[in-house]
């Protein structure tokens, strides 16, 4: 999954649409010079035919070789994620993860202790 990811980023280098379509993509499999890829039936457009030449290309380059590119569409739930779904998930710790850090704050402790105030809203950056 980790190459997938590189290559979904070096992919948005070169062209911001197809890093986004294929940022959901599902890796089935990566073994050799093949890459397998699944789309839900919603994002069925990485599966023209166009958009898959280009992005074989850049898997061309990003590998240093030929690379054979298999893209189908999934029904169901396929197991693994995408890359679109790994990054909402870090996306959503770290929000988390800060919301937490601004609970605990000993800076919010004290005003709580003091006023007697609630939180009612934790805004954080991003």
Do not use: C
Not at 25 to 42: C, D, H, Q, S, Y
């Amino acid at each position: 999954m980790q190459a997938w990811e590189r290559f979904v980023a070096f992919l948005e280098k070169k062209s911001l649409t197809l890093a986004g379509i294929y940022s959901h993509a599902k890796l089935l499999a990566w073994t050799g010079n093949t890459v397998e890829v699944g789309f839900p039936r919603e994002f069925a457009l990485g599966v023209d035919a166009d958009k898959i030449a280009l992005v074989k290309g850049a898997l061309a380059e990003f590998t240093g070789g030929a690379v054979d590119l298999k893209v189908r569409t999934i029904d169901g739930v396929p197991t693994g994620a995408s890359v679109a779904d790994v990054e909402g998930a870090r996306q959503t710790a770290e929000r988390e993860q800060r919301m937490a850090e601004a609970r605990g704050h000993p800076a919010t402790q004290a005003v709580i202790d003091t006023f007697g105030a609630a939180i009612k809203e934790i805004k954080v950056d991003g």
